[in-house]
């Protein structure tokens, strides 16, 4: 929990706690302005979050190198330092901003208002937003999009909705990642589905490989189907 001793005991820690809510309290009502702004301007946001690793970055290049000819998209890269992934992004063609967030461990809604106004995305947008590698915190700040998505490769074991049952809960769809890999790995995709259940029944699940393209069409039809809805609703 940032900005916390990170003990699980909340009543032995009253200021802590209290400190805590407003932190989020303040985040919640910028998250909210976020929301405005982005649907003043028809624009969908989607916060991709997972653990370091999980293939974020490679998602976005490839579904940028996909649909940057039907949609304007613009990404926003949250990392602790360097402007690595904002680079990568840019090598596209596609427009990116990086925040860098120091020793903080996620974006909050403040960090997104900034790189809103900064990048300035066209109207009816998508913005992807790539939030700091972390199954944590993450999960507890809207940033004001509209949709979570959770990536989550095979590479790091189907235990993971249970241990990190927050980020897994918050989540509209699940991206499990690098299926090519699955030969490889000792990942029990049954295993996963019961776990993700668990939290999160509603959730969907689409298995994709951002390096070799299996079922990326997928993705990008749940885009397309967010994209309608959002449209229907921000119209009337
Ligand atoms: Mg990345
Ligand atoms: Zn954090």
């Known amino acids: 929990m940032c900005g916390t001793c990170g003990c699980e005991e909340t009543r032995a820690h009253p200021e802590t706690v209290s400190m805590e809510q407003r932190v ?39 579904a940028i190198a996909d649909l940057r000819h039907e949609v304007p998209l613009a990404v926003i890269e949250g990392d602790q330092a360097t402007p690595v992934d904002a680079d990568r992004i840019h090598a596209t063609g596609c427009v990116a901003i990086q925040v860098n967030t120091g020793a903080g461990c996620h974006l909050d809604a403040g960090m997104l208002a900034g790189a809103l106004e900064a990048l300035d995305p066209r109207p009816g947008s998508v913005v992807f937003v790539e939030n700091v590698g972390n199954l944590v915190c993450p ?19 189907a235990d993971k909705p249970l241990k990190y049952p927050h980020m897994f809960r918050t989540a509209d769809v699940v991206l499990l990642n690098k299926v090519d890999l699955l030969p490889y790995v000792d990942f ?29 069409a997928t993705w990008y039809s749940w885009l397309r189907a967010r994209q309608q809805v959002f449209a229907e609703r921000v119209a009337r």
């Open 188 to 216: 029990d995709p049954g295993r996963f589905s019961r776990q993700l259940s668990q939290v999160n029944p509603v959730a969907e699940v689409l298995a994709v490989s951002a390096t070799r393209g299996d079922g990326m």
């Open 24 to 62: 989020l309290a303040k985040n919640d009502h910028l998250a909210e302005h976020n929301r405005n702004w982005l649907r003043g301007r028809e624009i969908l946001a989607v916060n991709l979050m997972s653990s370091p690793g999980s293939g974020k970055t490679t998602l976005l290049e490839r």
């Open 139 to 157: 999960a507890l700040f809207d940033l004001g999009e509209d949709h979570r998505a959770v990536v989550m490769s095979v590479t790091e074991g």
